[in-house]
């Protein structure tokens, strides 16, 4: 059991947030997208609803979601100059393997509190990340106000009670940066 230990304590305090900008190719290849992809399976599931869902964005759909991002930022700020607009647009194009995480709030099916589908969603986003490290790949989580944007909700055809939660990005890291050094237990646990 110790070495399955040290495994876990290696690929857990290993994985650090990677920028979608130093994440390139080679991706995953099918059979490790999967393994990441399955990985959120294991999750912690009240009632087995499985209230989340991950959207792959097809290297075909990066310059629809491109155009998302790009209207989005228009929508927001009328006097983006042609070259933020082009910034919003390339960032559809960042990391080999993109995916749209949302989480599924409809509770007329089942009772189960809307905070614990929000830590079932977190608990699957942070199995495919620490997957992703495991496979030896870079990943990085980012949102924006573009996840507001009615048209980014019709571009995946998001459901009523369906929210985008951020995009995971992974790939290979193209430059690393020094490790952040995390908060100390005292910083964050106590007792009651």
């Known amino acids: 059991m110790g070495n ?4 876990a304590k290696t690929f857990i305090h290993s994985r650090q947030h990677i920028s979608p900008k130093r994440l390139v190719t080679p991706g995953p290849s099918p059979e ?3 393994e990441i992809i399955s990985a959120a399976s294991a999750a912690p599931d009240h009632g087995r609803i499985t209230p989340w869902h991950f959207y792959e964005v097809s290297e075909a759909s990066r310059q629809l979601l491109g155009a998302v991002f790009a209207d989005a930022l228009i929508e927001r700020d009328a006097s983006a ?3 933020q607009i082009l910034e ?3 960032k559809a ?13 409809d509770n007329r099916l089942d009772a189960i509190p809307k905070q614990e589908k929000i830590i079932s969603a977190g608990c699957a ?7 992703a490290n495991a496979l030896g790949f870079g990943s990085g989580l980012s949102s924006g106000k573009a996840h ?4 980014l909700r019709n571009l995946f055809s998001l459901q009523t009670e369906e929210e985008p939660l951020c995009f995971i990005t992974i790939g290979t890291i193209a430059s690393h940066k020094p ?3 995390r908060p100390n237990v005292s910083q964050y646990s106590s007792i009651f």
């Open 4 to 7: 399955v230990n040290d495994l």
């Open 32 to 34: 490790q997208k999967a």
């Open 81 to 83: 100059s042609p070259a």
């Open 88 to 90: 919003a647009k390339e």
């Open 93 to 105: 194009f960042r990391g080999p393997l993109l995916f749209l995480a949302t989480i599924k709030l």
């Open 125 to 131: 986003i942070q199995n495919m990340l620490l997957m």
């Open 148 to 151: 507001y944007s009615e048209k």
């Open 179 to 181: 490790i952040v050094e």
